[in-house]
Every structure is written in C-alpha cells, then in structure tokens.
C-alpha cells in the first residue's frame, strides 16, 4: 500500500501545472519549472509580451526552452511500474509482488524468494532488466527471421522463375522436336516412296514382259486350236470322202503347213521361269536408308574461304581464296608473320569453337594431301608436328594410295576406293572430328574419327604437301556451290 501511495505522490509531481496531466514532451523554463509543450505554445500564442511564468510569475526572457530529460524519464519509469503493477502477480508463498528473476533456475520470484528462500545466493536479476534483455533478444530474433524470410522469399521467387523459364525452355524443345520429328518422318516418307516406286517399276517391267509373252502364246494356241479343227474335220469324213478330200490340196496344204511349224511342246526349252528381284535386299533397306539419312540430317554444309594470311609463301589461292596449289619458285611471295613458313598449309578463316559444322574438300586425284583442323595456337613457324596431341587433327593420302590418320602413332585406314571430295564433320561439344568420301549424293561412307576433348577455337587446316615422288601439282579446292549434291529438305 504505501508502495502505491509513493506512485500516486510521485504521479502528481510530475503533473502539469496548466493542463493538470502527467508532463506530455515537458519543456523547462529559466525559472525551473516544467510545462508541457503543447500548453507553452499555447501561452505564447495569447501573450503579446514577454512570457510570464504561471507558477511563480517571474518573466521569462529566452523565447527557446529546452526538453526536461530529467522528467521525461521520470515519466517513463511511473508509465513502465505502473503497467507492471497493473498486472503483477504476487508470490504464492511470500504473497510480495514477483519482480525478480532467479537466473539458475529461470523462475521469477519475489524480494523475500531470494533473500530467504530457495534461490538464496542465486543468481538474482530485476524483472525489468530481465525484460530489457528477452526484448532485445526477440529483436535480434526478429531480424534474423526477417533476414531469412527475405532470403526464403528471394530463393522461392527464383525457384519460380527458374520453374517458369524451365517450362518455357521445354515448349520450345517440343516444338523443335516435332519440327525435327516431322522432316524425319518426310525423309522416312520420301524413302518408302523410293523403294516402293522401285520395287513398282521392277513389277511392271517383269509383268510387262510376262505379258507380251502371255499375248504371243494365246496367238500361238489360237493357231493351234484352228489347225486341231481342221484336222478333225478331215478324221470325221466317211473313208471315201476322206480319201477324196486328201486327194485335194486342202490336205497337202494342211500337212505341208503342219511340216513348216510344227506345234510348240509344253516342255519347250525357250521358257525359263522369272524371279522377282528389285534390285536390293530386304535387310539393306535400314542400313541403306540410315546412310542416306545421316547425309540429310548433317548441318549445312560450311562455305569456307581460305586465309591467305596464313598460307606458305609458295601457295598460290584462287577463285576467290577457295582454291590452293603449288606456285612456282620463280613467284614466289614474301613470307607473313602469321603464315606457314615451313609446312605447306593453309587455314580457313573461320574458327569454331562450339556446335556442329560440316565442310567438304575436294581432293580429286591429287595423290598426296592432308587435311583436318588445328588449334589456333598452333606455332605456325617450323614443322607441323601432325600429332593430337600437338593440338592437329588431320588424315591424309601419300603415294598415291595409302591412306593414313595421324595419331601417335598414325593409323593406316582401309579405303579400297579412292574418294574425289571428302566431308568433314566436327561436332565440337562431343569431342568428334569424323571424315567421310562424300562422293555419293546420297550417302556417306565414314573413313575415321577422331574422339578426344576440344579447347579452344579449332580452324580447318589444308596442306598441298610437296613434291617428294613425281609431281603433286594437282590443287585442293573448297566447294562453294554445292547444287543438288546434297539431298537437303
């Protein structure tokens, strides 16, 4: 009791002299007294002289007046025990308000708990330190779960952006794979359609036969029918008709007749049955049409110009940089800093460093080249050293008749025809360089792959290679106007 009395003594001290309520933002005088600041203002607005102070009524010169910290904390602490008396609770075995905190064991006890009862020599804290601190604990809690809520928040939206472009990434690719799809199944169609017309042509052509021979047979069995009448004619006549028609030419013509073709015998040895043959098997069908489709399905062939910045000072480029040969000592260049100065190459000026890309060379019957690709980095000066690992990946022919792909060590290929124009396929991503005898427009046949990890951007590479036996004049050369050579849809 006499604690509330003190809170309502101490209540009315901090009260207003003019508005008779607790100070609101209190601002004191030079006299020292206190007011709220709403209720100087007030005074200010009516007094047209000096501030007359309405407690002690002494004039008040300074027209700023500073805020009593003093009282304002005064008056939160009267705010803060008030609320906790409004809803303290008293101890249950001492009946005194509980207002301390044992930190041992994290109760909340009253004065006498503490002093004579079990949390003696206890750690002991006021409630309202207590309170300052969980409160400043559930702060930082409350920042850190808003800091993860954000960063949930940030992850959930792109967790749905990324789900949202997935989606849209994945309707393109079926579009794409049906679009793919159905110029694979155009292809399929236009073989079908193919071999059905071939195998359509071989039948007419047999049936036709047949026919014709069906037709010559039946006039040849008419004959047979009408000369088979006349004869019996002749056999039914009574034997003195018989012998009087006999005597007439109308049966020396008969049998003269008879004696001139004679009937054709059933086991004629002319006939010889016919089979069916279309031309190809039923199981080259698939293999057939999977070459035919693999020469489709390629990218586009690349149209390559050569770089005259990098060739040999003794090659000579035409047509429009798309062809290279051998030039002669006597026109000799002056060599490049960028060139070849002792291998007889030359690269193309494109560089590829991702995706898929096909290119063709015509080599005709030049008997000694190399082609393929190389590093950029490749040194350029000196020999070429024709090696995968020396970043080269090329096949070439010598002699006029072995074919060989430089690995280490390099490997003789078993081609038996010789291919004019070679295709080059590299598919950068896979690690794949392959080579191919495009000479067919329909197919192509692989002459080897290289299979290993590309870095870097890859150029194709062409060397005319010297004259080591015999001349070796004859030129390579970059197709630039392909025409129908490729059965492209």
């Known amino acids: 009791m006499a604690c509330n009395a003190n809170l309502t003594l101490l209540e009315t001290q901090l009260t207003c002299p003019i508005c008779l309520d607790v100070f609101k933002e209190p601002l004191l005088l030079g006299c020292g007294h206190s007011f709220c600041k709403d209720c100087l203002q007030g005074i200010l607005k009516e007094s047209k002289t000096n501030l007359i102070c309405p407690v002690c009524r002494q004039e008040v010169h300074d027209s700023s007046f500073a805020p009593n910290v003093i009282v304002k904390h005064l008056i939160d602490t009267l705010k803060l025990v008030s609320d906790q008396k409004t809803g303290a609770e008293n101890c249950p075995l001492h009946h005194d308000p509980l207002s301390l905190y044992c930190e041992q064991d994290q109760e909340i006890i009253c004065g006498l708990c503490g002093i004579i009862g079990d949390h003696y020599h206890h750690q002991i804290t006021p409630l309202t330190s207590v309170y300052s601190r969980m409160k400043e604990e559930v ?67 047999l049936v036709g036969s047949i026919e014709s021979q069906l037709k010559q047979k039946n006039e040849l069995l ?203 396929f590299l598919n950068y991503e896979k690690g794949e360089l392959t080579f191919y005898n495009a000479d067919s427009p329909e197919e192509l046949i692989q002459l080897y792959t290289f299979q290993t990890e590309f870095h870097g951007k890859l150029y194709p590479v062409f060397d005319v290679c010297w004259q080591d036996k015999g001349p070796n004049p004859l030129p390579l050369i970059l197709p630039q106007r392909l025409g129908g050579h490729f059965p492209k849809g």
């Open 139 to 205: 702060s930082t809690l409350i920042t850190e779960v808003q800091r993860e809520r954000r960063s949930l928040e940030e992850q959930i939206s792109k967790l749905t952006n990324n789900k949202t472009r997935i989606s849209n990434e994945s309707d393109v690719f079926q579009r794409l794979i049906c679009k793919e799809f159905q110029q694979l199944h155009r292809y399929i169609d236009e073989e079908e359609s193919h071999f059905k017309d071939i195998v359509v042509g071989k039948t007419a052509e």
């Open 222 to 424: 008419s004959n047979v029918y009408k000369r088979e009448r006349e004869l019996e004619s002749f056999g039914n006549e009574h034997h003195l008709q018989f012998i009087r028609v006999s005597s007439l030419d109308l049966y020396s013509s008969a049998v003269m007749d008879w004696q001139r073709s004679p009937l054709p015998r059933s086991s004629d040895p002319s006939y010889t049955a016919v089979s069916f043959k279309p031309g190809f098997r039923q199981d080259d069908i698939k293999l057939t049409v999977w070459k035919r489709l693999h020469r489709r399905i390629l990218p586009n062939p690349e149209l390559l110009k050569l770089d005259p910045l990098t060739a040999h000072p003794l090659l000579e480029l035409s047509r429009g940089d798309t062809m290279v040969k051998r030039r002669s000592l006597a026109s000799r260049r002056g060599s490049n800093p960028e060139g070849f100065d002792h291998s007889s190459c030359v690269l193309a000026t494109r560089g590829f460093s991702t995706g898929k890309h096909y290119w063709e060379v015509i080599v005709g019957s030049k008997h000694k080249w190399r082609i393929g690709v190389v590093k950029g980095t490749v040194s350029r000066k000196g020999k070429l050293i024709r090696a995968p690992d020396a970043g080269a990946w090329l096949i070439g022919l010598r002699e006029g008749r072995i074919y060989e792909a430089f690995t280490s060590p390099c490997v003789m290929l078993p081609i038996n025809t010789w291919p004019q124009r070679v295709g080059i």
